[in-house]
């Protein structure tokens, strides 16, 4: 074991090596199978959700990677091209100064040079792709089909890009001159990437590729770009190629197309939520977490499971295990003819509540600790769960004596609760003092109401933990009686809350069957601070608009009156 | 240069707008030393109500003073576009190609400075630069607020060549959640953060150690030691760093602390084209950020390589 490298850093995904991407990169998310089909698929989805390296995964280079290191032949009936948006290319900004016509000649073009080079980069990625025979008509088709000029006397690949990127300057350069009437040659879908594609399939061991374009922060296209990127997904025929994009939820996705039209949903893309929300111990995204730990546990050789890594406080434990006997004990009492289920049931929904509930009222706060713990914590994103992990690992590293030699088997509890006792507090201190210098948007006045409406679904959940109610440790919650009209301000502030990750959503059933409704997730990493169990329960807890609103802007206490005024309710997973 | 003696005269006076103090003190006193004919003043729509007193006894002291004031020109945090053409096409109107111009860059967002550079680095128009610094101690607790979405200004991109990794090369100031914001946004592969030398506002315990440790944990980050008051050694400080980063980086440039840093990144945006200039806008101020009027530091940018 080696402790000098800390396995839980978690730097942008496109800062990995694809040996970091193939060792940490969890195959069988529940969506992977559409990001590497033939169809249009959007992936939406906050910061950290891991989109990018669901594409980095899923691009060639790491393919061929991974299909060597298993000594395989990679497989090319798949050709995924990953398509980095964000750089300074695409935050130009000159095209607003153009005229419509010029704006959308321009923004086009720039944005089908850097999907064809990524193109061609990807097809060289696999060894001996293409024989030299093949290069040289490649080469000549491609000058006459793109109507390029390929510098002599150098790879293709690399003629490509120079010739891709002499075309992109010229452009630029008549951009930063004040040009705006642009009278030189750009590339559009049909001449660029089609055109490419087309080539691309006379190499024998493309003739049947298909080519998946992996569009990453998509949002920062501009609208014309967007729009075009629309009118591609619009085409019926997916068997040469097809869009996978990517991009935040905060933006609502833009659906029209160059011509005027739209795509839809389900007909011309798919879509899948990359937020998923944590439900419950055998979950999709409690397995994956337990699997993406156990890659970087693995990876420093740690032989040792996430439970063994993370292991919980064995006082906590002990204490919940005594609040179970007391759970059982009760529901024995209340049920006394009741059926197993009736007994499982109420010792689940009860005996973390009991645990919290009996605690004295001087005690410090919880002893915090455990894996499950912090997959729950994570509120079911992947950079969430990976940050606690980090700087548990760093603080253990510091307090061990010899450091060169040190050997790290697992993080002692009481490390664990320093750590995400620290890390909650400074979430609210960020709530409070730097919402507002980082977030977009934010102005003082919503980051008090963000704050305030955060303090408020404490109390009111603590208020709920420590009563002998039917959902006591419900952490989540729907809005009733909501108007956009009349509830406007408070729509902004969870649109901030939202932004800045304080809180997620995701559609699930209502009580009402057919109906689906916005359920509002609080990021988990809130509540040790206060005191709450950041487990929650399957239950969400609705509440009032008007409550609400008064409770962002007027700091006015939401009213609990037990399970009579804020309808505790189970509710169904959707996923 | 500390002493507004020093100051050359000049025809027109370029300045934007402020409720703080030292925009009416410092206008005053320019118009005074440099003896204008015209000023050219523009203001910022959303704090129109705040910079209402000053801009109408500045109205009154030029009338007194025989300076042509055209009517004020708009602009708008919320409308770069716009801002841009007012401030382009403006400029462009009432100035006299090659004619010397003093360009009061006090309290001047770095985006209007920017663009007024290279509109008159267009004109060839030589430059003087006028900032004015609050009296000792005359800073408030905070400037701004609720940051709006980065932007590289339009004709100030540079060349960004394809495949090639970001490099963020930023101007640093008290606030470390903004520079943060820009390393979020542009998701750079490599960081060089300018910051402060001495000690002057506390400078070691809120600035230096702050960035240390926010940024220690971030892979490719480099500090770059500058002085931000000293225009010539700002520039050549950044030119030396930046210049070996373009072999491999898309650069992109922007400015968060002192003023004088700004207009010094401009000229190495002019010495090395390619790299691109990038606003961190904020959408709320402190009205009583700065209080009072002291030394001024002027100098001259001669124009000579148009952008």
């Known amino acids: ?575 | 240069m500390n002493q507004t003696s020093s100051l050359r005269h000049t025809d027109v006076i370029i300045t934007v707008a402020s409720w703080e103090e030292r925009f009416l003190m410092g206008t005053k006193r320019l118009i005074d030393t440099v003896r204008p004919s015209r000023l050219l003043m523009f203001y910022y729509k959303e704090y129109a109500e705040w910079s209402k007193d000053y801009r109408e006894q500045l109205a009154s002291f030029c009338n007194d003073a025989n300076v042509t004031l055209k009517p004020p020109v708009p602009l708008s945090f919320g409308s770069p576009l716009d801002s841009w053409k007012a401030l382009v096409e403006y400029s462009k109107k009432s100035i006299v190609s090659k004619e010397p111009i003093t360009l009061d860059i006090t309290t001047m967002p770095r985006e209007a400075m920017w663009t007024i550079c290279y509109v008159l680095g267009q004109m060839q128009a030589p430059l003087q630069y006028v900032y004015h610094k609050p009296q000792r101690n005359g800073y408030g607790d905070w400037l701004s607020r609720d940051p709006g979405q980065p932007r590289i200004l339009y004709r100030l991109a540079g060349i960004q060549h394809l495949g090639r990794e970001t490099a963020l090369v930023v101007q640093t100031g008290y606030d470390v959640e903004r520079v943060k914001q820009l390393v979020r946004y542009y998701e750079p592969e490599k960081v060089l953060l300018g910051l402060q030398t001495g000690d002057q506002f506390d400078n070691v315990r809120q600035n230096r150690e702050k960035y240390k440790s926010a940024f220690n944990t971030h892979r490719n980050v480099e500090i770059l030691d500058v002085d931000g008051y000293e225009l010539d050694g700002i520039q050549d400080a950044f030119v030396k760093s930046t210049e070996p980063l373009l072999e491999h980086h898309n650069v992109i440039l922007s400015s968060l602390g002192p003023k004088i840093g700004g207009l010094a990144l401009f000229r190495v945006k002019q010495r090395l084209p390619d790299v691109a200039l990038s606003y961190a806008p904020s959408n709320e101020f402190n009205q009583v950020y700065s209080s009072g009027i002291g030394d001024c530091i002027h100098g001259v940018l001669a124009n000579d390589a148009e952008t």
Not at chain 1, 509 to 521: I, L, N, P, V
Request: hydrophobic share 35%.
């Open chain 1, 1 to 575: 074991m080696t402790a000098k490298r800390n396995p839980f850093e978690y730097e942008q995904a496109t800062k990995l090596t694809p040996a970091e991407v193939r060792n940490y990169y969890i195959e069988d998310f529940n969506y992977a199978r559409f990001v590497s089909s033939r169809r249009n698929v959007f992936l939406v989805g906050e910061r950290g959700t891991g989109k990018t390296m669901t594409f980095l995964y899923y691009s060639m280079p790491t393919q061929v990677a991974k299909a060597t290191e298993s000594q395989k032949t990679p497989d090319l009936s798949l050709i995924s091209v990953y398509v980095p948006c964000n750089n300074p290319l695409t935050h130009r900004r000159e095209y607003e100064l153009l005229d419509p016509l010029n704006a959308s000649l321009v923004s086009e073009h720039f944005m089908v040079i850097s999907i064809m080079r990524e193109a061609l980069a990807a097809v060289y990625s696999v060894p001996n792709i293409i024989n030299d025979d093949e290069e040289t008509a490649l080469r000549t088709e491609i000058e006459y089909a793109l109507s390029l000029t390929l510098p002599k006397g150098i790879g293709l690949q690399r003629a490509f890009d120079l010739a891709l990127d002499k075309s992109s300057v010229n452009v630029q350069d008549l951009l930063n001159r004040d040009e705006d009437d642009i009278r030189i040659s750009l590339f559009s879908f049909n001449s660029g990437i089609r055109a490419l594609l087309a080539c691309l399939r006379q190499v024998s061991q493309l003739r049947d590729s298909h080519f998946s374009f992996m569009i990453d922060d998509a949002q920062l296209y501009n609208l014309y770009q967007i729009r075009a990127l629309n009118s591609w997904i619009a085409y019926r025929d997916n068997a040469l190629f097809s869009f996978k994009v990517a991009r935040t939820r905060a933006d609502d996705t833009p659906l029209h197309t160059s011509s005027g039209g739209s795509i839809l949903e389900g007909h011309d893309f798919t879509q899948i939520d990359m937020e998923q929300p944590y439900q419950k111990g055998t979950s999709a995204f409690w397995k994956l977490a337990k699997r993406i730990v156990q890659s970087r546990l693995d990876a420093i050789n740690a032989n040792a499971t996430p439970s063994d890594f993370f292991p919980e406080n064995p006082t906590f434990t002990e204490a919940l295990r005594v609040a179970a006997s007391k759970a059982k004990a009760e529901a024995r009492a209340k049920y006394p003819n009741g059926t197993s289920k009736q007994i499982a049931d109420y010792i689940y929904k009860y005996t973390r509540a009991i645990y919290f509930r009996e605690r004295s009222a001087r005690a410090n706060l919880p002893p915090y600790s455990g894996f499950t713990l912090l997959a729950h914590l994570s509120t079911g994103v992947i950079r969430n769960l990976l940050n606690p992990c980090y700087y548990m690992y760093d603080r253990h590293l510091s307090n061990l004596q010899d450091k060169n030699h040190a050997l790290v088997s697992h993080i002692p509890p009481s490390t664990q609760t320093e750590v995400i006792l620290e890390l909650s507090k400074e979430k609210w201190e960020w709530v409070q003092n730097d919402m507002v210098n980082r977030i977009e948007g934010c102005s003082g006045e919503l980051a008090k109401s963000v704050y305030q409406l955060l303090d408020n679904l404490a109390i009111l959940f603590r208020k709920r933990l420590l009563s002998k109610i039917s959902e006591p440790r419900a952490v989540e919650f729907t809005i009733s009686g909501l108007d956009d009209t009349k509830h406007a301000t408070l729509l902004e502030v969870l649109q901030i809350a939202r932004k800045a990750q304080l809180v997620y959503t995701y559609r699930s059933s209502a009580k009402d069957q057919g109906k689906r409704e916005t359920y509002y997730m609080p990021n988990r990493m809130l509540w040790p601070e206060r005191g709450l169990d950041p487990e929650g329960q399957h239950a969400r807890v609705s509440l009032t608009a008007d409550n609400l609103q008064k409770a962002a802007l007027n700091n006015i206490e939401i009213t609990f009156t037990g399970d009579k005024t804020d309808e505790p309710d189970l509710f169904t997973p959707a996923h």
